[in-house]
């Protein structure tokens, strides 16, 4: 596996124990608190590695995650 593919995967497992944790409170409140927290603590290399996974697929990515990435894409091209 290559540096690169290590890095995103490493990415994707970091999103989805942030959505698994917020899962606590209901779907709803986890995607939007997934979201607040990619946004405000996720270093924006970060935020535009994850969001070029997903639009590549984004292979591994939970539904809550998933959704929270999908909405973050929407907030960066507005």
Do not use: E, K
């Given at each position: 596996m290559s540096a690169?593919?290590?890095?995103d995967e490493k990415l994707?497992?970091?999103?989805?124990?942030?959505?698994?944790?917020f899962s606590i409170h209901g779907e709803e409140k986890a995607v939007a608190s997934t979201l607040d927290h990619i946004r405000m603590f996720w270093d924006p290399r970060?935020?535009?590695r994850i969001l070029d996974h997903l639009r590549?697929?984004?292979v591994g990515l939970e539904p809550t995650t998933r959704r929270a990435l999908e909405l973050l894409s929407?907030?960066?091209t507005e």
């Open positions: 690169s593919a290590a890095y994707v497992y970091m999103a989805n124990q942030i959505a698994r944790n970060m935020r535009a590549a697929g984004g929407l907030a960066a």
